[in-house]
């Protein structure tokens, strides 16, 4: 396969995490730290699921049905064995990519959490960071490192150990040439953290603008439907989940404090778009005045 044949930039994948990164870890963490790696068992129902700190966190999903039938995804894979081998063996997903079309991948993690929140188990802030810098050295060093140029590294932010922790490991991160780092949309969600509207994530803000990493934010939480609602719904509704997202960061204080700050968000396609960024001058035009908003003649569309 010539790499001038292939023409896609892919930029939401996912990996499932393969059994052998608990020796990685096992390897990349301090001593007193190994015996606790994360690793993958079988459980009394027949499923896998990966075990850290006594919790169970299954990992299969629609994020590993590649190649099965449509009307299996609904009963989705439970082991390792019913899953595509390039749903975590490197390279067969590279040989997966070959086939169709594709010449490099950004791929988020699946069962750490988006931002790496399900490391952090408990109140061992310690283990939890080293936890997930072996796991961002994983992935670019083992997962990306692979195959150099096909893959565009994506380390874990680790929000729910702090933003003194995030900043400085967006900082280590990119002198590994990792340049993109997974935020979580609602990081108020987990661990007491605070929400985007304050000024407590400024230093990984910052970082990110000294660093020029992207901050990348995988949409995909459940807002509050009906309680009857069927799953379609939620499917339907993700890029309007986005859209609030957006809304949310483009009237915070983020964008006008870190101009050069660049942010990318997933899972939503842009059909929405056009109607949001007319919107979005609308309210600014009609309300700016009683709202206390201040982008001076800029449009909110610019």
Sequence with gaps: MRLDE???????????????MTEYIRDHVPAKFRDRAPRVVRRADGTDAWLIEGQEIRTFGLNAVAGRPKEDWG??????EQVRLGTYDVHERVRDMNANGVLASLNFSSWPGLGGQFFVTNSDHEFAAAILRAYNDWHIDEWCGAYPGRFIPLALSGFA??????????????TKGCHAVSFHPEPHRFNGMPDIHGDEWDPAYQACADSDVA??????????????APLDVLIHMMPFATGIFASELLWSPVLRKFPTLRFSLAEAGIGWVPYWLERADIVYQKHHQWTGQDFGDKPRSA
Aim: aromatic share 8%; proline share 12%; net charge negative.
């Design 6 to 20: 292939l023409t896609l930039v892919s930029v939401d994948d996912h990996i499932v995490e393969p059994p052998s």
């Design 161 to 174: 150990v702090g933003p003194e922790f995030m900043a400085g490991e967006i900082r280590r991160v990119a």
């Design 215 to 228: 901050m990348v934010f995988h949409l995909g939480a459940q807002p509050n439907f009906m309680p009857r």
């Design 75 to 80: 009963a989705d894979p439970d082991t390792f």
